[in-house]
């Protein structure tokens, strides 16, 4: 496996609160890494110090062997793509502009823009909304057009932030699906995700944290016992197999 990120003892504090402490971790070029945990775990944060939006108070990221503060913002916008929790645009954008975005750090590239645009809207099944304003969509729409303009930044490391939170089931499954391929084509793929049992069906490895720390990293089947899960979040759960591939499911015990 080549490592697209090496992350090396950080610790990172706000005020007097610790939201990483001392964290290490690798992330492999084509695989899909989920980073699961409670709350305040420190899974969006340590995106955050993936992405080079954080600063570590303590330790380094690298990567593809630099460090991730040797980078120059325009390269560094080419080797990687975030998708952020909250999909925000300031001005009257239409879902076609707002998806061209994405080509910003390729100007001058040569790229045929039009034909990665109109790709990534039809992957994301947004190409019926591309004359809406942004702001008139709806929270799950608005997620699947910042997806698009991510996959039209076309960089090899793609870093989602709770990507499925706003989306139904259908569209959840389909954006892991299509991560799932980024990742196959040779891609580095870090998502933050709450649902167990779909990081399991998706991610080659998850990396379970707990107040700012990691407590496992591995396999779905290595990581999501049901010891470790009901220490980590505190509930009572039951883990079997998916009948239909194997994959864990996470069901919570109920009454």
């Given at each position: ?243 239909l591939n194997g994959h864990p499911l ?6």
């Amino acid at each position: 496996m080549t490592a697209a990120y090496e992350v090396l003892g950080v610790t990172h504090r706000v005020g007097g609160a610790m939201i990483l402490d001392d964290v290490s971790l690798e992330v492999g070029y084509g695989r899909v890494l989920a980073l699961v945990g409670p709350n305040g775990a420190g899974k969006s944060t340590m995106l955050g110090a993936l992405a080079g939006d954080v600063r570590p108070a303590r330790g380094e990221v690298l990567l593809d062997g630099a460090p991730l503060r040797s980078h120059h913002p325009r390269a560094l916008a080419r080797r990687r793509s975030l998708l952020l929790q909250a999909n925000r645009v300031a001005f009257p954008f239409s879902v076609a502009q707002v998806v061209e975005m994405g080509c910003a750090p390729w100007q001058g590239a040569g790229r045929d823009d039009d034909t990665i645009i109109a790709d990534a809207m039809r992957r994301a099944d947004i190409a019926h909304l591309a004359h809406r304003i942004f702001g008139s969509l709806s929270g799950g729409e608005q997620a699947r057009v910042s997806f698009a303009r991510v996959l039209v930044q076309d960089a090899p490391v793609v870093l989602l932030d709770e990507p499925t939170a706003a989306l139904d089931l259908r569209h959840q499954e389909e954006l892991l699906r299509i991560a799932r391929t980024l990742a196959d084509e040779g891609r580095a793929v870090v998502a933050v995700l709450h649902d167990l049992s779909l990081a399991a069906a998706y991610a080659d490895e998850l990396a379970m944290l707990a107040e700012g720390r990691i407590v496992a990293v591995g396999t779905p089947a290595e990581v999501l016992t049901e010891e470790r899960i009901e220490s980590v979040y505190a509930t009572e759960v039951g883990v079997v197999a998916d009948p239909l591939n194997g994959h864990p499911l996470v069901l919570p015990r109920r009454a």
